[in-house]
């Protein structure tokens, strides 16, 4: 098998309220709750999220990826990109997320977040 990454612009889970948000958001939870997915990565609100939509007896991890090109003193948050680090096998593997970018009061591009996905 594969380590299947699934993109989607608007966010899967969380309290949506907007006519523009995904009108079927629990369907697609459905989907990857039983077909599943080792990655699920979403955009369109411009901010740093992770949640998890579970799958058999373990969660997918969802990553919600902040604006790019924000400044450091954005009012959604300061820019960012995500580098993942995929590795292992099937049944065993690993990804590792760097969040790089910047933070408020530093407009230098560095490390921010560290974390274990999967």
Not at 45 to 57: E, K, M, V
Not at 62 to 72: E, I
Not at 75 to 101: D, F, K, Q, T, V
Not at 107 to 112: E, K, L
Request: charged share 25%; proline share 6%.
């Amino acid at each position: 098998g594969l380590f299947r990454v699934v993109l989607i612009h608007h966010p899967p889970i969380g309290e949506r309220h907007s006519h523009r948000d995904l009108r079927d958001a629990a369907a697609f939870r459905a989907v990857i709750s039983e077909a599943g997915a080792e990655l699920v990565l979403h955009g369109h609100d411009h901010r740093a999220s992770l949640g998890s939509i579970p799958y058999g007896t373990g969660q997918v991890p969802v990553v919600g990826v902040p604006s790019a090109s924000a400044g450091p003193e954005d009012s959604r948050g300061a820019g960012r990109y995500n580098l993942y680090r995929i590795s292992g096998s099937p049944g065993a593997w690993e990804c590792h997320m760097e969040s790089r970018g910047y933070e408020a009061g530093d407009d230098t591009v560095r490390q921010r977040e560290l974390h274990r996905l999967v």
